[in-house]
Every structure is written in structure tokens, then in C-alpha cells.
């Protein structure tokens, strides 16, 4: 239930593979992690990086909105997904 926690760790295991791997960050991915790094506990790409799909962990559970025009002001081309996570299960909407 410690979802800060949760954000610390994947920012810091994103970290980590950037390094083993310098160039899985794309550009275009960095402006959007800058963008909406304010918005989250943290963030990483799935994978071996590239810019195929973020996940992100934000603050506020309804923060989809926000980071959504954080996004699209960037004008780079992104689509986002809301995931909720509860301690029975997971939803996608």
C-alpha cells in the first residue's frame, strides 16, 4: 500500500537500465518524463526502452487528465491509459 514506494523503485530501477543501456531513452521520452514528473511518484519504460510504453505511478489517482495535456502540449505523438490499482484488483478503463 506504500504507492510512493512504489514510484521510488521504478524511477530508480529506470535509472538503472538507462545506464546499462545509455540509449533506451529516446528524446521524445525524456520530454514527456519532464513533463509530467511533478505529476508522479514515478516512471519507466517497459521493456528495453525505445519510447513502446511508459508507466508511470502519479500522485493523485485521477491524474490521467493532466498528464494527458502535459503530453499533448509536447506535441509528440502518445496515447494515454488510466490503470486503477486496489488491493483486490486491477482495472482497465
Excluded: N
Excluded at 531513452?25 to 518524463?33: A, F, Q, R
Amino acid at each position: 500500500q506504500d504507492i510512493p514506494s512504489v514510484g521510488k523503485y521504478l524511477s530508480e530501477y529506470w535509472h538503472e537500465k538507462k545506464v546499462m543501456a545509455p540509449d533506451a531513452e529516446p528524446p521524445e521520452v525524456t520530454c514527456i518524463m519532464t513533463a509530467v514528473q511533478d505529476l508522479c511518484y514515478g516512471m519507466s519504460l517497459a521493456g528495453a526502452g525505445g519510447g513502446g510504453f511508459m508507466t508511470l505511478i502519479t500522485k493523485q489517482p485521477d491524474a490521467g487528465e493532466e498528464v494527458a495535456k502535459a503530453v499533448k502540449a509536447l506535441g509528440v505523438a502518445a496515447t494515454v491509459h488510466h490503470v486503477t490499482i486496489d488491493a483486490e484488483e486491477i482495472l482497465f478503463t
